[in-house]
């Protein structure tokens, strides 16, 4: 793999979750069947090269972690192997993104867009939320939420409703919306 590698980041491994080895991580893809189609990821962090690891099970836990994913990597056999994989990123290349529907977006080609309406621009997109219940479980059918940076430095929440964009470019980093009458207020 070359240094200058672009990666995508699906999970963030937060815990040791059981006695074999298993961690528990935050979920950062709308694709959790990836760890069941790609059983090959890279571990990522800060000042270290990427490493190579395979899952060789993962899980959907219930109740306080549900929203999250159990991962066990090969070679993690136990709670101290599981306790130095806190705090790694699990990643793929970007290249290996699953293919998109038309219409449908990356969180990172989002983030920093432009957003304009009517030849103004309203600010630029520096994340996007979802919308989850209490156990941080996401609404699959739920509208994500931009969170915009507008040109005065305050925070302003839109809708990524398809009813309002009326010419998203990711590619150049600009999306035009129409919005409701009243939603720059509201966040004001």
């Avoid at 529907?101 to 030849?119: A, N, R, T």
């Avoid at 839109?158 to 009326?166: E, G, S």
């Amino acid at each position: 793999m070359s240094e200058e590698q672009n990666w995508i980041v699906i999970a963030h491994l937060l815990r040791p979750q059981g006695r074999k080895g298993e961690v528990l991580a935050e979920l950062l893809t709308d694709f959790p069947d990836r760890f069941t189609e790609r059983r090959s990821v890279f571990l990522l962090k800060e000042g270290s090269s990427p490493r190579a690891a395979t899952v060789v099970d993962h899980w959907m836990p219930m109740g306080k972690n549900a929203g999250r994913v159990v991962l066990h990597f090969e070679g993690s056999n136990s709670i101290d192997d599981a306790e130095k994989l806190a705090g790694f990123e699990v990643g793929i290349p970007e290249a290996d993104r699953v293919p998109l529907e038309e219409g449908d977006f990356y969180v990172s080609d989002l983030v920093g867009c432009e957003i304009i309406e009517q030849e103004h621009v309203i600010g630029i997109v520096r994340d996007v939320h979802f919308p989850a219940d209490a156990n941080g479980v996401r609404h699959p059918e739920a509208v994500p939420i931009l969170v915009v940076e507008r040109p005065d430095g305050d925070e302003l929440l839109i809708p990524l409703a398809k009813a309002f964009l009326t010419k998203p470019d990711v590619a150049n980093k600009r999306i035009e919306m129409t919005l409701p009458d009243g939603l720059l207020e509201i966040n004001g």
